[in-house]
């Protein structure tokens, strides 16, 4: 696999990735439409403007190129950028003059690798891993680094750090890594906020804490892999845009129904 296929169909299917679990959690449904090419997400602008941060840590070509490539959507035809790349433009600045932020992004570039976790095989794409120093990092932007998320899966109120699945995520590419270099990495977030001016800080984790991460990946993933696989219907949210696109009313509900 490589950069060009990285995000393929044939790659996705093949594949389990912790976007794609990330995914399958939201909804099932969903997930499986989206995999089949029946449903589409909408390319947001978030999307463009995290694809833009991470390409301007990258390297100078390649945020070249996804300037040229999404030229549209970054520049007003009358000059000057559109208003959340002005900021997106504030949040580089911002990291770009921290030292100690520009040195925890040190090292090879969105690189790739596969293994195998809970009997199916898996990949990540790594924002930036350094083998000398046998840890990896990965770039993230938030609304605010305090801001507090109510968490069914934990159950408590978290940070965005759990609210979004970046300890997730973080245990699954160090045991991916693992599997392929026979080390563990330590694993940190360098994180930017879209505040004005932005906030910015280097996140370490406590390694115990992936156990408990493990456990809900164990749990969850057969139910996704057999949606994936068609061995079952995918279950609907019944909340999210696909399912309010596909809904067929059959009966009533109570009104209590509604908050539960
Ligand atoms: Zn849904």
């Given at each position: 696999?490589?950069?060009?296929?990285?995000?393929?169909?044939?790659?996705?299917?093949?594949?389990?990735?912790?976007?794609?679990?990330?995914?399958?959690?939201?909804?099932?449904?969903?997930?499986?439409?989206?995999?089949?090419?029946?449903?589409?997400?909408?390319?947001?602008?978030?999307?463009?403007?995290?694809?833009?941060?991470?390409?301007?840590?990258?390297?100078?070509?390649?945020?070249?190129?996804?300037?040229?490539?999404?030229?549209?959507?970054?520049?007003?035809?009358?000059?000057?950028?559109?208003?959340?790349?002005?900021?997106?433009?504030?949040?580089?600045?911002?990291?770009?003059?921290?030292?100690?932020?520009?040195?925890?992004?040190?090292?090879?570039?969105?690189?790739?690798?596969?293994?195998?976790?809970?009997?199916?095989?898996?990949?990540?794409?790594?924002?930036?891993?350094?083998?000398?120093?046998?840890?990896?990092?990965?770039?993230?932007?938030?609304?605010?680094?305090?801001?507090?998320?109510?968490?069914?899966?934990?159950?408590?109120?978290?940070?965005?750090?759990?609210?979004?699945?970046?300890?997730?995520?973080?245990?699954?590419?160090?045991?991916?890594?693992?599997?392929?270099?026979?080390?563990?990495?330590?694993?940190?977030?360098?994180?930017?906020?879209?505040?004005?001016?932005?906030?910015?800080?280097?996140?370490?984790?406590?390694?115990?804490?992936f156990d408990f991460e493990f456990e809900y990946v164990k749990i969850m993933l057969p139910s996704i892999i057999e949606a994936k696989s068609s061995?079952?219907?995918?279950?609907?949210?019944?909340?999210?845009?696909?399912?309010?696109?596909?809904?067929?009313?059959?009966?009533?509900?109570?009104?209590?129904?509604?908050?539960?």
């Amino acid at each position: 696999m490589n950069r060009q296929n990285y995000h393929s169909n044939e790659a996705n299917q093949y594949y389990m990735s912790v976007s794609q679990f990330k995914s399958a959690m939201k909804c099932e449904a969903s997930f499986v439409a989206e995999l089949k090419g029946e449903f589409i997400r909408p390319s947001s602008t978030a999307l463009i403007v995290g694809s833009y941060t991470h390409a301007a840590f990258e390297s100078e070509q390649v945020f070249t190129q996804f300037c040229e490539k999404h030229h549209d959507s970054i520049f007003k035809s009358r000059g000057g950028k559109y208003a959340d790349f002005e900021q997106a433009e504030r949040m580089i600045e911002t990291l770009k003059n921290d030292r100690f932020a520009m040195f925890a992004l040190e090292g090879e570039k969105e690189v790739i690798f596969t293994g195998e976790l809970f009997g199916v095989p898996w990949k990540i794409k790594v924002d930036s891993i350094h083998h000398d120093r046998k840890s990896f990092s990965d770039l993230k932007t938030t609304q605010s680094l305090y801001k507090r998320y109510w968490s069914e899966k934990y159950n408590k109120y978290v940070s965005f750090v759990e609210a979004y699945d970046y300890v997730l995520q973080m245990a699954i590419y160090r045991e991916i890594i693992y599997q392929n270099t026979g080390q563990y990495y330590d694993p940190y977030l360098v994180v930017v906020t879209k505040e004005t001016p932005p906030d910015k800080e280097i996140l370490e984790f406590e390694i115990p804490d992936f156990d408990f991460e493990f456990e809900y990946v164990k749990i969850m993933l057969p139910s996704i892999i057999e949606a994936k696989s068609s061995r079952k219907e995918p279950v609907r949210c019944e909340k999210c845009e696909y399912c309010r696109m596909t809904k067929q009313l059959t009966k009533t509900i109570k009104v209590g129904y509604l908050l539960e």
